[in-house]
């Protein structure tokens, strides 16, 4: 019983603590889906070029005046484009993107069932 109340002692006193906690995570897992313009080949979170910092800094301003994860989003694709995303949604612009690998397993599927299934 004196462990709870030491726990929810704790919690009283120290909410922003937990609340900061929750903010980062939050944020590193908008910054992990954020490619990085600078370093191509890295994501927001990863990077650590001027670039990177900044948009870490914009992705806090904006979860502090309560922007959700979907608008921060779709602020930074109307802001930079879609190439911004690691994770881009299904759209007239991605449909190659999104059913090229399909196509390739396809494709592999037949050229493996011609050469291998038909020639016994």
């Known amino acids: 019983m004196k462990v709870l109340q030491f726990f929810l002692i704790i919690f009283l006193l120290f909410p922003s603590n937990i609340i900061k906690a929750e903010e980062l995570d939050q944020r590193n897992k908008i910054t992990k889906n954020l490619r990085c313009l600078i370093c191509q080949g890295q994501s927001v979170y990863d990077s650590d070029s001027e670039f990177a910092n900044s948009l870490k800094i914009l992705v806090d301003k904006k979860l502090e005046e309560g922007f959700s994860e979907d608008q921060i989003y779709a602020f930074l694709k109307s802001k930079y484009g879609e190439w911004i995303l690691y994770d881009p949604e299904l759209n007239k612009n991605t ?26």
């Open 95 to 120: 449909y190659i993107l999104w059913l090229l690998p399909l196509l390739i397993f396809l494709i592999g599927g037949a050229i493996i069932y011609k050469n291998f299934i038909l020639r016994k």
